[in-house]
């Protein structure tokens, strides 16, 4: 049996006719391994911005790696604040002054207190600060209210980030710049990481142009592959451009099993509907293990997906993502379905594959839609004061309306069973922010 027969006979209800959005997403979760990747390479913190993490990162230090102050002012003995009365003065002898970068070793006695900067470790038998701005000096002595703390106020305790031995960051996390700032704390120049996810793609279509061609009638300049490449580009994959493929079954085969020597995983765009000069379909089906699918969603009904062989002993099937060619039924379904799977490819563990969180918003107008379907429109969110953010349905819907992509800053998600949206209810949004 097939790989794509034997995911589909595991898959309850399936119907390549009548496919819901979670049963694409969970076919792709079988489809797409993860771990296609094992080879890690180190290589300087700055370059892995983005780049998934191959091992385990072990604290080799405390972060801080002493107990240090967190306020400018005068550190002391914080159990003299115990049993003293709410409107009582402290009053201290200053005996010293503790610097940031350097360790302050004079004698404490009781009654004493130490002048300390931010960052300064605390000196030994210190455990609480009173930042300067509550207290009067006088001469060699410190005066403070009682009730302006509490004993361990202010200090900031070693190890309090990062715990010497404990994992800092997880195999297959995303290096964010979060991460990079919190791998740099620990000393560490270099991280591991894996390889990046090779991703080949091209258009097909005879109707298209390239860019640099003259426009001729009935034809449009090739905007899938633009797109492609920014979402790419965005996930952090290696991508390898194959252009424009005409509608010829000898092209076609040729840039499928060059794609598939090439790359782990392929996108296409057009050819995938029904249309009567398209070869697409045929040549998929010839050379890889394909299902074809008519999903329940809008837009994206028509979509392709399987595994193409490659004759290199070094690589399993290349996955083929076949998009349909509308501008943004490559968008929408990318986002629904490529990004998870290509997050799950690259090595992404579950936290980081996950899709991101739908944040959700007030309507501004009814939108029609009829269950039985996941529609996506693009719409323009707003924040609100004190309430739930606005969104507006952004311009013509129609999935060959790239405009309206480019002024929507999100996707309302309206999900299958859901009906029509009166004005003012609130709906789920993708966001682009961070995705895309
Ligand atoms: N009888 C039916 N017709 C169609 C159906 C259907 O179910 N029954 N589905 C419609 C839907 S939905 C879509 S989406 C399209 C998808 O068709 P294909 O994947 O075969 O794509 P094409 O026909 O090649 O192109 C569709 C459309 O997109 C334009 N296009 C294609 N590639 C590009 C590109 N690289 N850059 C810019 N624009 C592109 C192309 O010119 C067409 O206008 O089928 C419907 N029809
Ligand atoms: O997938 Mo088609 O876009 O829905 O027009």
């Not at 306020?71 to 940031?100: I, K, P, S």
């Not at 920014?230 to 252009?243: K, N, P, Q």
């Not at 529609?375 to 969110?381: A, D, K, L, S, T």
């Amino acid at each position: 049996m097939s790989r794509i027969a034997d995911i589909a006979a595991a898959l309850a209800g399936y119907d390549p006719k009548a496919l819901g959005v979670d049963a694409v997403q969970a076919f792709l979760a079988q489809l797409a391994e993860p771990a296609v990747l094992t080879q890690a390479e180190r290589i300087a913190l700055r370059d892995a911005l983005g780049r998934v993490l191959a091992e385990d990162i072990v604290s080799p230090v405390s972060v801080p790696p002493h107990d240090n102050s967190a306020m400018d002012g005068f550190a002391f003995d914080g159990r003299l604040l115990e049993g003293l009365a709410n409107d009582a003065t402290v009053e201290l002898r200053v005996v010293g002054t503790a610097l940031a970068g350097a360790a302050w070793r004079g004698n404490v006695g009781a009654g004493d207190a130490v002048k300390i900067m931010t960052g300064a470790v605390m000196p030994a038998g210190l455990d609480t600060v009173i930042p300067q701005e509550f207290c009067s000096v006088e001469g060699e002595s410190v005066r403070f209210p009682a009730k302006a703390l509490r004993r361990g106020d202010n200090r900031r305790l070693a190890g309090e980030d990062l715990m010497q031995g404990k994992p800092a960051l997880r195999r297959g996390e995303i290096i964010s710049p979060a991460a990079l700032g919190m791998v740099a704390s620990l000393g560490l120049p270099m991280v591991p990481v894996l390889r990046r996810l090779r991703v080949a793609y091209f258009s097909t279509g005879d109707e298209i142009l390239s860019l640099g061609e003259l426009p001729r009638e009935g034809a449009v300049y090739d905007s899938n592959r633009y797109t492609v490449f920014g979402l790419l580009t965005r996930l952090g994959c290696e991508v390898i451009d194959l252009g424009l493929v005409r509608d010829d079954p000898a092209a076609l085969e040729s840039a499928l099993r060059r794609a598939a020597s090439e790359a782990d995983a392929i996108i296409t765009s057009g050819g995938v509907s029904v249309g009567e000069a398209d070869h697409t379909r045929a040549v998929m089906q010839r050379l890889g293990d394909m299902a074809f699918w008519r999903v329940a969603m809008r837009p994206g009904r028509p979509m392709a997906v399987g595994l193409i062989p490659t004759e290199r002993p070094d690589r399993g099937p290349a996955v083929l993502f076949g998009l349909p060619g509308n501008p943004v039924a490559v968008m929408v379904t990318f986002l629904a379905f490529v990004r998870p799977a290509l997050l799950r490819m690259m090595g992404c563990n579950d936290a980081c594959a996950a899709p991101p969180p739908l944040l959700r918003a007030r309507s501004v107008g009814a939108i029609r839609k009829k269950p039985g379907r996941t529609e996506y429109q693009r719409g323009h969110v707003q924040p609100v004061a004190g309430s739930l953010p606005e969104v507006r349905i952004a311009g013509n819907q129609g999935s060959g309306v790239l405009s309206s992509m480019v002024e929507a800053n999100g996707l309302v998600v309206l999900h299958h069973d859901q009906g029509s949206v009166a004005d003012g209810d609130p709906v789920d949004v993708m966001m682009f922010d961070g995705v895309i």
